[in-house]
């Protein structure tokens, strides 16, 4: 018997953790966006695309949230209090290849991750509304790793450089 099986969770709670993970990964996409504009306009172009991706994953999500009376559970206004900049990392911006390689390869491990978590909320998912919703978002998700991770390996080998 598969474990995930045993949980499921509210709709308002799946919303609210589809949404945030979301919002997480526009400023992240936003942020590599920005990382990548001096050093390589290809790859921040390719981080700008998927960032857009993620406004229409949000937007999806409001008018899930909507249909179902659950407006509350995507608050729109959280969006811009998070900062852009991440102050963890040691260069703002790719100075050279080895940093760019190092953000790509972060990149590609959070976009699996990304991957992951929509996956199994779709898992999980007892609400019949939500499942077409999160069944696109796996499938967008594993898009955008797949699309991250050849970037990442035509860099390595000399393709973009």
């Known amino acids: 018997m598969n474990n995930l099986a045993a949980l499921s969770l509210l709709p308002q709670e799946q919303l609210n953790l589809a949404y945030y993970n979301e919002a997480s990964?526009?400023?992240?996409?936003?942020?590599?966006?920005?990382?990548?504009?001096?050093?390589?306009?290809?790859?921040?172009?390719?981080?700008n695309a998927i960032s857009m991706e993620c406004v229409h994953r949000l937007c999806n999500l409001q008018e899930v949230?909507?249909?179902?009376?659950?407006?509350?559970c995507v608050?729109?206004?959280?969006?811009?209090?998070k900062p852009l900049l991440n102050i963890k990392e040691q260069h703002f911006f790719v100075v050279n290849d080895q940093?760019?390689?190092?953000?790509?390869?972060?990149?590609?491990?959070?976009?699996?991750?990304?991957c992951t978590f929509f996956g199994w909320l779709l898992e999980t998912n007892?609400?019949?509304?939500?499942?077409?919703?999160?069944?696109e978002f796996v499938t967008q998700k594993n898009n955008e790793f797949r699309v991250?991770?050849?970037?990442?390996?035509?860099?390595?080998?000399?393709?973009y450089k």
């Open 126 to 135: 007892a609400t019949p509304e939500l499942h077409n919703t999160l069944f």
């Open 99 to 114: 940093v760019g390689d190092q953000i790509l390869a972060k990149a590609e491990e959070a976009a699996k991750n990304s």
């Open 65 to 72: 949230a909507r249909k179902m009376d659950l407006c509350a």
């Open 148 to 159: 991250i991770q050849e970037c990442r390996e035509q860099r390595s080998i000399g393709f």
């Open 25 to 47: 990964e526009l400023n992240r996409y936003k942020w590599l966006a920005l990382t990548f504009l001096p050093f390589d306009s290809s790859v921040s172009r390719l981080m």
């Open 75 to 81: 608050n729109a206004e959280g969006l811009g209090k």
